[in-house]
Each structure stands twice: as structure tokens, then as C-alpha cells.
């Protein structure tokens, strides 16, 4: 603003100066006329019209006089060319202003740019202490945190260890306390048991023998004669109170005798006997079927058949060279011979899975391999042989035998027994209670 203000001001002052200019040139360009000798005073008068302050003007007695029309033209056109120069230098007072205002913006972002530059170094030193700072508080912490773990870890391993110890020292106590339950309980059973009480746990290991010779070894006999054994037991001790428990050994056992007699040992003899038999067995051979067409080859002996006769001859002459005959029915080739050692061996093994099935109570592995052993039999080997037959109708009688029985699920005088057994315990371990309440 004080650019454009002294601008301004330069621009107003600087008319005065172009008076001496146009007095220096006049007298270059002033023609011999006489009238042009006032122009020096129109000039002045201009000048101070421009200027807008009127100066007093004194008589010359050496002035010339008036100018003519023409002169005063020339004066009139004057301050033009003034105003002109006035134009020019505004012009470069509004150059020079906007170069300085050009300057001044230049050197103002000069300063914004070093201002800036200054912001942003300072930026990053500071972000690079924040950085630093922040990175220290991060490891600082993380160290805690880690810590922190490791003494989580630490209580929660003491934690276990303490469950652990109070688990095992748990499971002690309960062993301690069984023990001494069972030692409270053999104390009381040696003070206060009675000598029957000795056959009653006989029987009861009679009757354990008995269930297992019933299901393990599927030996019914054995099993009843070890229930009749726990009834002479329990018969001998001549308790009245025990008849429900005898009631219920005696239903065993007619339950047992119930059963269907199996002959096991029977059973395998009889499959070993035939299983030798298998070595006697002939293969059979090639059964051809017999011709379906015969042709007949007699001759007429009437003449008119002559071409019958001649059809004859010469299919007898042509069938004396190639024979064709067609027959219905499917042909058996022959076994190699070591294919018919391999056919007895697989018979015999099929028996003998048999065998192990009767003992096993199998019954369809049973069924299954004393029918294919027939089945074999025959189909390979000659029916016209006695032994075939004989094998394969034992084989097929035998395979219809029932090899598996329909065991009870349980002893009915098993849980009766256990019941007796029970509650005389508890009443001989209640007695040396009630004699200790007694006594306090």
C-alpha cells in the first residue's frame, strides 16, 4: 500500500516536469514565423493550469503581441500530450507496484516455505521421540505381560499340583476307610460268626462254580451236579429260614434238566468217522448223453423207392468216413489228480470246521459246512458208489441236528443266596454296635 501511495504522489508531482522539455524543443521545431514566439507562454499557462494555482502574471514590455488563431490551436493541443506522459508513468508506477507486490509475495513464500520446512523437522523430531517413548512403554509393558504370564503359569501349575495332592490324598482316605470298614467287619465276622455260617459260604462258592461251568463252558451236567451239592450244603445246616433259598436251587436245577440232551462228544465221533471215509470216494467220470437222432440205413426192396434207396447208400457210404451225432445235456470234464487231493482236503476241512462248531454252539457255521461237504460229495464223485451215498445222506441227517441250546439268563438262587448271605453279615456287624451303645 505505501508503493502504490507514493506512486500516487509521484504521479501527481510529476507534471511540472515536461514544461522544460517542451521549452527545450520548440526552439528546434519553432518555424521563422512570428507567431509562434508565445508558445513558451502557453506552455507556462498550461503548466499552471495543470498544476490548478493560478500565478500572477507581470507586464513585459518587450511582449510580443497576441497570438493569432492558429497559435492558440497549437496551444489548446498542448496538455494532450501531458496527459499522455501522465498515462505512462502510472503505467510503470503500476509496473513497478506489482513487481514489488511480486517481490514481497516471492519472499513471503520464501518464509512460508523455510516456516514450513522449520514445522516439519520439528514434526518429526518430536514424532520420532513419541515413537521412542511409546516403543519403551510397549517393551516395558511387555515385560510386565510376560511377567505376569509366567507367574500366572507358575500358580496355575502349584494349582494342579495342590488338585493332584488333594485327589491322591482323597483316594487314600477312601482306601483307608474301606480298610478299616473291612477289618471292622472280619473283627465282628470272628467274634460273632458261628460255625454253620462256614457251609453257608461253601455253598455259595458251589453255586459261583456251578453259573460258571453253565455259561462259559456250556457244561450243563456239571453245573446241576454242583447245584445239588450247594443244596446238600444248605440242607445240612437245618435252618427252617432257608427254605426259600432251597425252593429257588431246586427250580435251577429243574430248569437245567429241562433242557434238550446234546451229545457233543457223540456228535464229533460221528463227523470223525465219516471225515475218514472221505479217502474211499471214486471220482466220477464222463457221462455222455445219449444220440437224440438214429438214422436208418435199410434199403427197400420196392422199386418206385429207388431214390429213397439211393439217399440211403450214399448216407451210409458218407457216414462210413465222418460220424456226427447231437446229444442234449451238459458234459463233466474229468479232476486232474491234483485237484481231486485238493477237493478231499477241502471236504475233510468243512468237517472239521463242523466239528469245532458243535463244541462252539455254532449253529449256522455247523449247518453251512456239513452242507457243502455234500454238496461236493455229490457233485464230483461217483453215486453209483456205496460210500458216496452212505456220506452224503449222514452228512445231510447230521447238518438238520441243533448244536446250539437256550441257556437261562441267570440263577435264581444266586441273588437269594447273596440276599442271606448279606443280611446275616449286617446283623453280626450291628451286634458289637448295640454292645457299645450298651455300654456308654
Known amino acids: 500500500m505505501t508503493a502504490k501511495k507514493s506512486n500516487s504522489k509521484n504521479a501527481n508531482s510529476t507534471p511540472s516536469k515536461p514544461a522544460p522539455k517542451s521549452q527545450s524543443e520548440t526552439p528546434q521545431k519553432t518555424p521563422a514565423n512570428p507567431e509562434t514566439v508565445t508558445q513558451p507562454e502557453s506552455d507556462a499557462t498550461a503548466h499552471s493550469a495543470s498544476q490548478g494555482k493560478p500565478k500572477p502574471t507581470k507586464p513585459d514590455p518587450k511582449a510580443t503581441p497576441k497570438p493569432t ?3 492558440e ?14 498515462n505512462k508513468l502510472g503505467i ?44 519403551s512403554a510397549i517393551q516395558s509393558q511387555s515385560k510386565e505381560i510376560s511377567a505376569l504370564k509366567e507367574l500366572n503359569r507358575v500358580a496355575t501349575e502349584r494349582v494342579k499340583a495342590l488338585e493332584s ?55 450243563v451236567e456239571s453245573s446241576i451236579a454242583l447245584l445239588l451239592a450247594t443244596d446238600q450244603r444248605i440242607m445240612e445246616l437245618s435252618d427252617p429260614s432257608l427254605s426259600p433259598l432251597r425252593q429257588a436251587i431246586i427250580n435251577d436245577i429243574t430248569t437245567l434238566e429241562a433242557l434238550p440232551k446234546l451229545d457233543k462228544d457223540g456228535l464229533v465221533l460221528k463227523l470223525t468217522s465219516l471225515e475218514q471215509q472221505v479217502d474211499n470216494l471214486n471220482i466220477a467220470g464222463i457221462k455222455l448223453p445219449e444220440s437224440l437222432t438214429e438214422t436208418d440205413t435199410t434199403l427197400s426192396s420196392d422199386v418206385s423207392d429207388w431214390r429213397e434207396n439211393l439217399k440211403k447208400s450214399w448216407q451210409s457210404f458218407a457216414d462210413s468216413f465222418i460220424t456226427i451225432e447231437r446229444r442234449d445235456g451238459r458234459v463233466e470234464a ?41 454238496k ?23 447238518s438238520k441236528k441243533a448244536v446250539t441250546l437256550q441257556y437261562p439268563d441267570q440263577l435264581k438262587a444266586k441273588p437269594v443266596l447273596e440276599e442271606v448271605i448279606d443280611r446275616r453279615v449286617k446283623k453280626s456287624l450291628a451286634t458289637p454296635l448295640q454292645q457299645e451303645t450298651s455300654h456308654d
Open 69 to 71: 488563431p492558429k497559435s
Open 73 to 86: 490551436a497549437k496551444a489548446t493541443t498542448k496538455p494532450a500530450s501531458t496527459s499522455t506522459n501522465g
Open 92 to 135: 510503470i508506477a503500476i509496473v513497478v507496484s506489482l513487481g514489488l507486490s511480486a517481490f514481497i509475495y516471492w519472499h513471503h513464500q520464501q518464509n512460508s516455505a523455510a516456516q514450513q520446512l522449520e514445522i516439519d523437522q520439528l514434526e518429526s523430531q518430536i514424532s520420532t521421540r513419541l515413537e521412542a517413548q511409546i516403543s
Open 165 to 219: 495332592n488333594l485327589a491322591a490324598s482323597g483316594k487314600q482316605s477312601l482306601l483307608l476307610k474301606e480298610d478299616i470298614a473291612n477289618l471292622q467287619r472280619n473283627i465282628a465276622e470272628m467274634d460273632v460268626r458261628r460255625p454253620n455260617d462256614w457251609m453257608l459260604a461253601e455253598a455259595e462258592y458251589l453255586m459261583r462254580m456251578a453259573a460258571r461251568k453253565l455259561w462259559l463252558e456250556h457244561d
Open 334 to 374: 474229468l479232476l486232474a489228480p491234483d485237484q481231486a487231493w485238493y477237493l478231499k482236503e477241502n471236504i475233510k476241512n468243512q468237517i472239521t470246521k463242523a466239528q469245532l462248531a458243535v463244541y462252539r454252539e455254532h449253529q449256522a457255521i455247523y449247518t453251512e459246512s456239513l452242507t457243502k461237504a455234500a
Open 376 to 398: 461236493w460229495i455229490s457233485q464230483y464223485y461217483d453215486q453209483n458208489n456205496p460210500t458216496t451215498g452212505h456220506l452224503v445222506d449222514n452228512l445231510t441227517e447230521l
